[in-house]
């Protein structure tokens, strides 16, 4: 206990263009249960103000704090300092759009996957509210729900060999919505729909299954399986297609 | 934000679906070949005989002329299959390099080992097969011979290893990739896969050492 | 100039501003939502527990309906809802939640046969019929008669918040985030729109649309230990303040969780003694069951959040680093139960304690937690004071909650009057021409300007914005907390005065420059000091205890003096807010009685009134 705390901060501010991205460093004595987010507002509000990150709910649960701390891509606020060494070194989420010192923008990336995946649920039924409302199995609506936790901090994709190398690869977070609308029995898209939007190398067969997705998830979801099976998904859509096809030419 | 007025990212092409099987099951032919030719090289151990016995057995079957033909095919076209997925220019190897240092991430690193070895491979399996296809039928004397012969003990000494890692790290790729190692299996199947390789690799080294070594 | 024209403009894209958004796009008018985080990162989401409504479909919620729902709110508000308002809800609440699934928020269903659960600890068995079998359920929330409140899990907020995001992504609204509103541009009668920082560049942009709705959430920011998120600060509900025309309704009306997390305030659902878990003492003994001896541990969460401070008043708490706290004790649920129902509190415990629930006890304590206090508007979610005006949700007084919300008619709310308050700003869309004055418009964005400039120059002192707040913070919850007296509430209000003057004379430390931090806190410090004191004040001012708002010194309920709605007006250049009231509601389809839990006695109002006022039911 009683540690001194040193912080190694990725520093740029893109309204001063000419002041140059550096590394800056702060300590502070360490208190019991401290988080990263206790820390980082102790710093700003004693030591520097201009010190730019975000931190929305500070529970876990928004997705706001996503950064990468030595080395891992993870979120802040539930990130504790007992767990780490004294020397701490915070970088912004590499791939998304830099905001400021620790901020990344992950807003508009995901409102663009938004419409990449046509993220919603795609039915032509109209909502009548009159009627009792269809019945779905509760294990069913289990399984949606355990895709639906993603909280879009951006680690999986920050984490990304392929989105690094690539910038218009979906990533795991969009191919885990797919997932989750492909399991909606609600959502009336065919697999043959799905396959329109991520059966590419932008897509499922841009995966090369390096798991750091998996690795850094803060909120555990199963990216791995869910990858894997839309990689057989999509596989097998587009076998069907070929047979499909070649029994019409014969 | 304005909203993109576009039905679908790309056109539903199904080429790059193909390509994924394609590369997978030329990865896994390969693997089964290899693991072929192993069983085939570990013979040496047993001594010259044992070996003679073995390739005259896959010779009457015609084996080894299906292999002349089919592996280099696969071998080519798995190389330009897997190749699509390394980046060329300098910017994106630079990106995988800094992600995987800074990401100090197992598998990450792994996949940074499987180009370059593949790189290597390419180079050194096409040399390999080019002599053993010309020199015609698998003789344990011939072949004591010329990896006793200037240089090729080290040549194998360096392909051996980088081929074996290759084809184990391939292995548990296409298992993660295609969801057939699910994320409850993985730490297990890494173990057994790291245990497999050790003994793999000890065995064809050693295969290596009774043909460097063995006089006939 | 960045400016841009649209019909509605939502200021908060939580869940009851997208559901307007949602309403008004279906019905071809243009939207912007506006946020200071990404859709799907506001406050909303942090709700784990639940919507309620009257489905009935589960087996302990047989023979719900919404009279019953609409009986528990009433009571629930210790009567200073407005019945009118809080009937829309509890009837329009179903018909919203099977329109969410329809939307696609995959609430949890029911499952038919025999299973078990805890109540007070104990465990009890129930069988849930064939024929509902995948229809939506519900489980037990707070203080509520029937099992109502309809859930995903324990993320019901996140859930639904997808969905609404969803909803909006595939209507095209444009939701732009990292926006934020720090004024409203109005002539006086009519509402025009927004002057809006961007916080990722710190410039100034214009949104003029023909209705503006603030939709903004809650200010539990205000107060030093809140569960809320940090963006739940008021600067919103400053914003509409700071027009000297609209009102703040009921500001005491601040309610308290029992169990935030020590010391990080995080909040663990009501949920865990919804489904069995027990509060224990320094001895680990329970004692819930000695002050509410009907239902312990369930009772409504003022009650126990006021009894577990009487508990550690009279001794019993667990003395640690972070002052005294209680336990909760959930590790008789099981495994399996915590690592599904409960896997969120699991996390939190796991994450932020390093605390293991199904071994260990989990320290909390009471903190602030909701405002049933906000921008007081009448049923259509249109403000008082501004034509063009709206807001919902937390951030709006519209009036269901009185001086008491349950668990998970918040949530409920969000969507519920979203959807109402959307299909009225629909109706005031079609009939109202947007006409603004552009001088008028270039007026407010250079008196924004201004407030920068002198900001960024410390050109009216160099107080530090932070030690400023630091000290609002620890007024409030010093003084105007779960308990409250007088003498204490009185010294909240001199402090803050003393506050808001020192908030006048904020200079930056920083230089401000792009998405600085500090700019942000200085540009609303003053307006949170102000709503600091509209709250104070109004705590001061009402001599009565009545559900969330315990007046030490005056214990008992009065409806004979204060069956009403305060609305704190701060008038320009007034250095104090100026308080009036209005009836609580404009009639009464239940007469004010007995809410059967809480203690303290009851004045009764005259009775002649009251029957006057009474609705004749069943003509």
């Known amino acids: 206990m009683a540690r001194t705390l040193t912080f190694e901060i990725f520093r740029y501010n893109p309204a001063i263009p000419e002041q140059k991205p550096q590394m800056q460093c702060f300590t502070l004595a360490e208190t019991a249960n401290m988080t990263l987010f206790i820390a980082l507002n102790r710093l700003r509000e004693e030591q520097d103000p201009s010190l730019v990150f975000d931190f929305c709910c500070r529970a876990g649960i928004c997705g706001s704090c996503g950064m990468v701390v030595n080395g891992r891509p993870r979120l802040a606020c539930q990130t504790k300092t007992a767990d780490l060494p004294e020397r701490i070194i915070l970088l912004p989420l590499p791939v998304f759009k830099l905001v400021g010192d620790l901020s990344v923008d992950t807003g508009v990336w995901f409102r663009d996957m938004y419409q990449k995946t046509r993220s919603w649920i795609h039915t032509k039924k109209a909502f009548d509210s009159d009627q009792e409302e269809e019945r779905m199995d509760n294990a069913v609506a289990e399984q949606i729900y355990e895709l639906e936790r993603c909280v879009e901090c951006g680690c999986c994709i920050a984490a990304c060999g392929t989105a690094r190398m690539r910038d218009d690869f979906l990533g795991a977070a969009s191919l885990n919505r797919i997932a989750r609308f492909a399991l909606d029995p609600r959502d009336e898209r065919t697999d043959q729909d799905y396959f329109e939007i991520i059966g590419n190398d932008y897509g499922i067969f841009g995966c090369m299954g390096l798991l750091a997705c998996e690795d850094v998830c803060p909120k555990h979801l199963p990216l791995q399986n869910q990858l894997g099976f839309l990689r057989r998904k999509m596989g097998i859509t587009a076998l069907k297609q070929l047979f499909r096809k070649s029994s019409c030419a014969s | 934000m304005s909203i993109h007025a576009t039905m679908h990212i790309v056109s539903p092409s199904r080429r790059d679906a193909y390509f994924d099987w394609l590369q997978m099951l030329t990865g896994l032919g390969l693997v089964i070949f290899m693991a072929l030719h192993t069983a085939l090289n570990l013979s040496i151990i047993f001594g010259a005989k044992s070996l003679d016995i073995v390739a005259g057995a896959l010779e009457v079957l015609h084996l080894d002329t299906l292999a002349h033909v089919f592996v280099p095919i696969l071998f080519l076209v798995h190389f330009v299959l897997a190749a699509r997925k390394i980046p060329f220019r300098v910017d994106g190897q630079l990106a995988i390099w800094r992600d995987a240092r800074l990401l100090n991430h197992r598998d990450t690193w792994l996949w940074i080992v499987q180009t370059i070895s593949g790189m290597v491979i390419l180079i050194l399996g096409a040399i390999h097969m080019w002599t053993t296809i010309t020199a015609g039928a698998v003789q344990a004397a011939s072949s004591v011979a010329r990896v006793q012969s200037s240089g090729w003990t080290m040549f194998y000494l360096l392909l051996i290893p980088l081929v074996q890692g290759h084809v184990f790290i391939g292995l548990y790729r296409i298992g993660v990739k295609w969801g057939v190692i699910t994320d409850k299996m993985r730490p297990k199947v890494v173990k057994i896969l790291v245990i497999t390789f050790a003994g793999v690799l000890i065995l064809a080294l050693l295969a290596l050492a009774r043909y460097a070594t063995l006089t006939i | ?519 942000g806190a200085a540009l609303k410090i003053q307006g949170q000091v102000r709503l600091a004191l509209c709250v104070a004040t109004a705590a001061l001012a009402r001599t009565e205890s009545r559900g969330s708002h315990n007046r030490e010194d005056y214990p008992d309920r009065n409806d004979a003096q204060w069956l009403n709605r305060t609305l704190a007006y701060w008038p320009q250049d007034n250095r104090a807010p100026k308080l009036e009231y209005e009836e609580a509601t404009p009639y009464f389809e239940i007469p004010p009685g007995d809410r059967g839990y809480g203690g303290g006695s009851i004045i009764p109002a005259d009775a002649e009134k009251i029957a006057a006022k009474t609705m004749q039911n069943q003509e």
């Open chain 3, 1 to 519: 100039m960045y400016t841009h024209n649209t019909d509605l403009l939502v200021i908060g894209a939580g869940l009851s501003g997208e559901r307007i958004a949602v309403e008004a796009a279906q019905a071809g008018f243009s939207v912007i939502c506006l946020s200071i985080v990404p859709a799907r990162r506001s406050h909303s989401s942090a709700a784990q527990g639940g919507m309620q409504a009257a489905l009935g479909n589960c087996a302990l919620g047989e023979n719900d309906h919404p009279d019953v729902h609409f009986a528990d709110t009433v009571k629930g508000s210790d009567w200073g809802c407005d019945q009118e308002v809080a009937r829309m809800f509890a009837n329009t609440a179903p018909i919203e939640m099977r329109r969410l699934a329809h939307w696609g928020v995959p609430w949890n269903r029911v499952v038919a046969g025999t299973s078990f659960y805890f109540k007070g600890g104990e465990k009890f068995e129930k069988t849930e019929a064939k024929e509902k079998a995948g229809l939506i359920t519900a489980r037990s929330f707070g203080g509520t008669a029937k099992w109502r409140t309809c859930y995903t899990s324990d993320g019901t907020g996140h859930a639904v918040m997808c969905t609404m995001d969803n909803k909006c992504a595939e209507l095209g609204i444009a939701v732009l985030d990292r926006k934020e509103a720090i004024a409203l541009i109005h002539d006086g009668q009519k509402c025009m729109g927004a002057v809006v920082r961007c916080l990722r560049t710190g410039r100034l942009e214009t949104y003029l649309a023909t209705a503006t709705a603030i939709c903004s959430g809650g200010f539990g920011r205000l107060y030093a230990a809140t569960t809320n998120a940090i963006i739940c600060d008021g600067g919103a509900a400053a914003m509409a303040l700071d027009t000297g025309l609209v009102p703040i309704g009921n500001p005491e009306a601040i309610q308290f969780h029992p169990t935030g997390i020590v010391p990080t305030e995080i909040l663990v659902t009501e949920g865990c003694r919804g489904d069995g878990g027990t509060l224990l003492d320094v001895h680990e003994e329970r004692f819930m069951h000695i002050y509410e001896p009907q239902k312990a541990e369930l009772a409504s969460r003022d009650v126990v959040a006021r009894r577990m401070l009487e508990h550690i008043r009279a001794g019993h708490g667990v003395p640690s680093a972070y002052g005294e706290h209680l336990w909760l004790d959930i590790r008789h649920l099981g495994d399996e139960h915590i690592s599904t129902k409960l896997r969120e509190v699991d996390e939190i415990c796991q994450n932020f304690l390093g605390v293991d629930p199904r071994t260990q006890l989990i320290p909390v304590r009471p903190t602030q937690h909701y405002t049933m206090a906000g921008i007081r508007t009448n049923k259509t979610g249109a403000a008082y004071g501004l034509k063009g005006l709206f807001s919902a949700g937390e951030a709006a007084c519209w009036d269901m909650h009185g001086f008491n919300r349950l668990g998970g008619n918040s949530l409920a709310e969000t969507v519920v009057a979203g959807g109402i308050i959307g299909r009225y700003v629909v109706d005031y869309l079609k009939n109202t021409d947007l006409c603004f004055s552009s001088a008028l418009v270039k007026a407010e964005l250079a008196r924004q300007q201004e407030r920068i400039d002198d900001l960024m120059a410390s050109r009216l002192g160099k107080e530090n914005v932070y030690a400023v707040r630091k000290d609002m913070q620890e007024a409030l919850t010093e003084g105007c907390f779960v308990f409250r007296n007088a003498q204490g509430l009185q010294r909240c209000v001199h402090i803050l005065e003393e506050v808001l003057d020192r908030a006048g004379k904020i200079g930056l430390a920083s230089n401000g420059l792009g998405a600085n931090h500090e700019l």
